[in-house]
């Protein structure tokens, strides 16, 4: 604090914090302290029900929808599944904000249906991340280096 020219008037110096975090610097995928002014997209490294050879994949957190009241709630255990608690989550709305048909492996018929929703995380920095091999939270930017046979269908899909 520092006292300003009139008769005991203090001004309070306010210093913005950086908008370029160390996480920025060292190019840090794992940490949500990067990219302040973008949205970050989280995106496990592992087993996935559409990745046609078995081997782990980067994918968005998902779950074949089974036995839940609806798609949200089968949404909210693919996240839960993956970060555990949702406490500090938010899901947008109780409708997919959009849906993808991938045509599956060659000894499974049925199309696989890949539906997205959209979340937010609030009010914390960090989740313990356990039930994949990797992850990486990522700009929309970055997720198009991850999927760029998908490139065209996420830029309609994420606006920013």
């Excluded at 009139?6 to 160390?22: F, H, L, M, S």
């Excluded at 990486?136 to 999927?147: A, G, P, Q, S």
Aim: neutral net charge; glycine residues 4%.
């Amino acid at each position: 604090m520092s006292k300003s020219r009139g008769k005991g008037d203090y001004q309070i110096d306010n210093v913005p914090a950086p908008r370029i975090t160390e996480a920025d610097k060292t190019i840090d995928r794992k940490s949500l302290q990067r990219a302040l002014d973008r949205r970050l997209y989280l995106l496990p490294y592992g087993n996935s029900n559409a990745a046609p050879s078995g081997k782990p994949v980067w994918h968005f957190p998902e779950k074949v929808y089974d036995s839940e009241e609806t798609l949200r709630k089968c949404a909210e255990s693919a996240l839960a599944f993956v970060l555990g608690d949702l406490s500090h989550t938010y899901f947008v709305g109780n409708a997919p904000m959009g849906h993808m048909v991938i045509r599956q492996m060659e000894n499974v018929p049925e199309p696989f249906k890949r539906y997205f929703f959209k979340s937010q995380v609030i009010d914390t920095n960090k989740f313990d991340i356990q039930k994949c091999e990797d992850f990486v939270w990522v700009t929309k930017d970055e997720l198009l280096e991850y999927f760029p046979e998908q490139a065209e269908f996420f830029k309609k899909l994420i606006i920013s």
